[in-house]
């Protein structure tokens, strides 16, 4: 059985992620593991020799406390989502979130990670520094990112931009197992600049490798590689959007909000981050 990690804070946009967590679950047939991770604070115990032992001992009790009481309350959405079968287990560490996933996916042989992330005013954060961007750069596993407006639906369409490499075949071949367990469509996007060196002939030897797949190739011509890409998203109704992880930095100019009047829509979609 698969499993997928589900780092949470208990918070509002991690309570969310949840949702979407427990449904992919249900779709890939996977456990759910919960990681929740919390910082004690470093103290000089030349300078506390009395009291040490017990601040740590009571700081670590009332996280534990805290994840006794929130963990209910994750099961009564999954109840309520009658998604209760689901096999959940539970894990709580101390110390840096970004180590403590790394050491839980190779702990437990995580195949995918889902992580909640702050939406529409925190993309660029989110691709360059936060929790969730730091996981998306120091692991190697797939991660669903969910930003809080990111409300469940079925997904139907999952897009992906490619410029026809052999990394993006690659990443294509994942996005494509995971659609065909959704019964959802790839929507494939390149975006051929004045400037482009892709063939004709690669687009049409791609085209005939995947002629059996769930998957419709675009090619549109346009130097507006951003907009085009937005208006892709938007027009074509797409769900997720899968993206490799040598392009985050694209993504950030992507997702600012100088594209006001579509950025709001398209920053409400999950992301799903393929590895290289």
């Known amino acids: 059985m698969k499993k997928i990690l589900f780092p949470t804070d208990f918070s509002e946009t991690a309570t969310n992620a949840f949702v979407h967590a427990l449904e992919f679950a249900k779709i890939v047939q996977a456990e759910l593991v919960l990681l929740h991770t919390f910082d004690l604070p470093i103290y000089d115990n030349q300078y506390f020799p009395e009291n040490y032992n017990v601040i740590f001992d009571s700081l670590q009790l009332s996280e534990f406390d805290m994840f006794k009481e929130e963990i209910p309350k994750l099961r009564a959405i999954a109840e309520e989502r009658n998604l209760d079968k689901i096999k959940m287990s539970h894990r709580l560490m101390d110390g840096n979130l970004i180590f403590n996933i790394k050491r839980a996916i190779k702990e437990d042989a995580i195949d995918f990670v889902v992580m909640g992330t702050s939406g529409a005013s925190g993309w660029e954060a989110f691709f360059l520094g936060t929790n969730t961007g730091s996981v998306i750069n120091t692991i190697d596993v797939p991660v669903l990112c969910v930003p809080l407006e ?11 931009t490619t410029r026809y490499r052999a990394k993006d075949k690659k990443a294509l071949k994942e996005v494509l197992a995971i659609a065909k367990k959704m019964n959802a ?23 005939a490798e995947f002629e059996e797949e769930p998957v419709i190739f675009s090619v549109i011509p346009s130097d507006e590689v951003k907009a085009t890409i937005l208006d892709f998203i938007l027009f074509k109704e797409i769900d997720v959007l899968a993206m490799l992880t040598y392009k985050r930095n694209f993504f950030v100019e992507l997702f600012r ?3 006001a009047e579509k950025f709001a829509n398209v920053a409400n979609i999950p992301i799903l981050v393929m590895h290289e």
């Open 257 to 259: 909000p100088r594209l």
């Open 185 to 207: 469509k790839v929507r494939c996007l390149y975006v051929k600049t004045s400037n482009s060196d892709v063939s004709d002939a690669i687009i049409k030897h791609w085209e």
């Open 150 to 160: 990111a409300k469940f639906k079925k997904t139907e369409t999952i897009g992906f």
